[in-house]
């Protein structure tokens, strides 16, 4: 079974500071990996995604890494700004499921404060 | 709006009705997903079809929920015989499917169930 596991579940920090966001898998056997936003009442928009073959991916100011061997993802915020704030979810795509079965963890809830 | 859309976007009903929820995909998506979320947790999978063809169900998709895809355009998922338990968030997503696995799924901003 595969279970995803994120932390901290919430999190504060003042404008500026740079932030890590953590995120571990059971079962390596995983396809990709992806971070997902999602704002109070919405949906969730895709961050990034990075495939098991790859270590890291980036998009502005952020960037993801991922160590397969280990069971872990990073989701790394630089300059954090109050429009950050909202709950980032991760989510593997796991072999052990269908190809549209993603298992997510239950998100970390950041707070970015001006 | 090219996105994924779904209607309504809220929905109270009382306990025993029928309710019946509608997606639309990105126009040139042949996958199409259903997931549920509640309260503090992560979006849980419940169906999945690619074009008209309804691949996988969920053990969470008891026998009082049905998921429809026809003409692999739209997708209608219903639940008869609601139950306060159903009360959560009914993700739909679409992608377009590749033979790696790494496509990157786009959600809509969902429909929220409350039963009384």
């Known amino acids: 079974k595969q279970e995803v596991t994120q932390i901290p579940a919430a999190l504060s920090v003042p404008e500026g500071e740079n932030l890590v966001l953590n995120c571990s898998f059971t079962d390596s056997a995983i396809y990709n990996l992806q971070w997902f936003r999602q704002d109070p009442g919405k949906g969730l928009t895709s961050l990034l995604l990075?495939?098991?073959?790859?270590r890291e991916q980036t998009s502005g100011r952020l960037n993801a890494s991922l160590d397969k061997s280990s069971g872990r993802s990073t989701l790394y915020i630089a300059a954090s700004q109050p429009g950050d704030s909202a709950t980032y979810l991760c989510?593997?795509?796991?072999?052990?499921?269908?190809?549209?079965?993603?298992?997510f963890g239950k998100g970390t809830k950041l707070s970015v404060k001006p | 709006d090219t996105g994924v859309s779904q209607d309504p976007r809220h929905k109270i009903t009382k306990r025993g009705q029928n309710v019946t929820f509608r997606c639309d995909p990105i126009s040139e998506h042949n996958r199409l997903y259903w997931y549920r979320q509640t309260l503090g947790q992560g979006p849980e999978f419940l169906t999945y079809?690619?074009?008209?063809?309804?691949?996988?169900k969920s053990r969470l998709l008891s026998d009082r929920f049905s998921a429809e895809r026809p003409k692999g355009s739209f997708s209608t998922l219903e639940i008869q015989r609601t139950e306060q338990g159903d009360s959560a968030m009914y993700l739909c997503?679409?992608?377009?499917?590749?033979?790696?696995?790494?496509?990157?799924?786009?959600f809509g901003s969902g429909t929220q169930l409350s039963v009384l």
């Open positions: 989510a593997v795509g796991w072999y052990g499921g269908s190809q549209g079965n993603l298992i």
């Open positions: 990075i495939q098991s073959s790859q």
């Open positions: 997503a679409s992608s377009l499917a590749l033979a790696d696995y790494n496509e990157k799924l786009f």
């Open positions: 079809f690619q074009n008209e063809a309804q691949l996988e």
